[in-house]
């Protein structure tokens, strides 16, 4: 199982991206994807998270610029980041929650916290 994240890049204040994180492997269900994001000398935070539902919840000081969103059929969730601001500027990870998979030999496995690798965002002039 493997979580690819894509999308990240160099944005001017007020330009928009989109991220997007696929997982692959044997899945067979994710209750919860979502992003993360660590900026340099501070913790990882949630940014957004969406269920396999479509709840989804944002940090306070992403709402309404960012919306996350996900194709199921596609075990793919995006991240539409607008109104960039350089306190924007971070790393940012998937992660997949409560994910399902089968092994080589079959068996069916559940993980919390399955996480992918990063993809650098950076908002500058």
């Known amino acids: 199982v493997q979580l690819q994240a894509s999308g990240g890049g160099l944005v001017q204040p007020g330009g928009s991206l989109r991220l997007s994180c696929v997982a692959s492997?044997?899945?067979?269900?994710?209750?919860?994807m979502g992003w993360y994001r660590q900026a340099p000398g501070k913790q990882r935070v949630l940014v957004a998270s969406i269920t396999s539902g479509g709840t989804a919840k944002y940090a306070d000081s992403v709402k309404g610029r960012f919306t996350v969103s996900r194709d199921n059929a596609k075990n793919t969730v995006y991240l539409q980041m607008n109104s960039l601001k350089p306190e924007d500027t971070a790393v940012y990870s998937c992660n997949a929650d409560y994910l399902g998979y089968y092994t080589d030999d079959g068996a069916p496995v559940q993980t919390k916290d399955y996480w992918g690798q990063g993809t650098q965002v950076t908002v500058s002039s």
């Open positions: 492997g044997r899945i067979f269900s994710i209750e919860t």
